[in-house]
């Protein structure tokens, strides 16, 4: 059943200036996005808050107060127009222009991510694959030429790339991050296990998938102490 639209119905929600939106909502509108998306695949055309939010692991209110930032109400006793939240969400995050991206370093990481086929499903697409080692230099990876980091304004350039991926050895990030934002790279995704520093204008993000083990490792040892503790007053 496709809702009807009202004033303040999902199909006729008026976009919030993205600049107003709250970091930490918009972590969240991705995770959003991706549970409709789901729902779009199963041909499900409207969702309450309720089960949108349960899906995202987020209370009703909370997501209710994500999506009025963007101008967003859905329909009392209906819920919001899955497709047209989808568009909402993804204009908001701007995922309506393809983004090309730069991965750099190609090793066992890298490869992996560069045959992620989330990324174009989500708007992005692997422009360049970028190292500085030369036995890999020159390969070939999904279609894509490895090329030489020493090369890197000019791919930059010649893509229009503003973001970039790095999945460099930890010794090698912060030179590596240094060459990138001097070729006008403007947001940066960090998969080298270790802290880089950026310049005030540059957005970067990490990814640190040992400290992720290590915090599910402390809730599994949590978990264990509780079910002694159940034991032990029985």
């Known amino acids: 059943m496709t809702a009807p639209r009202d004033a303040r119905s999902a199909g006729d929600c008026r976009p919030g200036d993205a600049r107003s939106v709250p970091e930490a909502t918009v972590a969240r509108l991705a995770t959003y996005l991706r549970v409709?998306?789901?729902?779009?695949?199963?041909?499900?055309?409207?969702?309450?808050?309720?089960?949108?939010a349960t899906a995202a692991g987020v209370n009703s209110a909370l997501l209710r107060k994500d999506l009025s930032f963007l101008g967003s109400y859905g329909i009392r006793g209906v819920g919001y127009e899955v497709g047209t939240l989808i568009e909402h969400i993804s204009r908001t995050l701007g995922l309506t222009v393809h983004?090309?991206?730069?991965?750099?370093?190609?090793?066992?990481?890298?490869?992996?991510?560069?045959?992620?086929?989330?990324?174009a499903s989500r708007g992005f697409r692997i422009a360049a694959l970028v190292d500085a080692d030369a036995g890999r230099i020159g390969s070939t990876i999904r279609g894509l030429t490895v090329r030489d980091i020493r090369d890197l304004d000019a791919i930059v350039a010649e893509h229009g790339i503003t973001i970039a991926v790095l999945a460099v050895p930890a010794a090698a990030a912060q030179e590596v991050?240094?060459?990138?934002?001097?070729?006008?790279?403007?947001?940066?995704?960090?998969?080298?296990?270790?802290?880089?520093?950026v310049p005030p204008h540059v957005d970067l993000r990490k990814v640190d998938l040992a400290a992720e083990l290590q915090i599910l490792s402390f809730h599994e040892t949590r978990k264990a102490a509780a079910a002694l503790t159940e034991v032990a007053q029985a």
Request: glycine content about 10%.
């Open 36 to 52: 409709l998306s789901t729902l779009a695949d199963r041909s499900i055309t409207t969702v309450s808050s309720e089960e949108l």
């Open 99 to 119: 983004r090309a991206v730069a991965l750099i370093g190609v090793g066992n990481l890298g490869q992996a991510l560069a045959g992620y086929a989330g990324f």
């Open 177 to 197: 991050c240094n060459r990138l934002v001097r070729a006008g790279v403007t947001s940066i995704l960090n998969f080298a296990p270790v802290v880089v520093s």
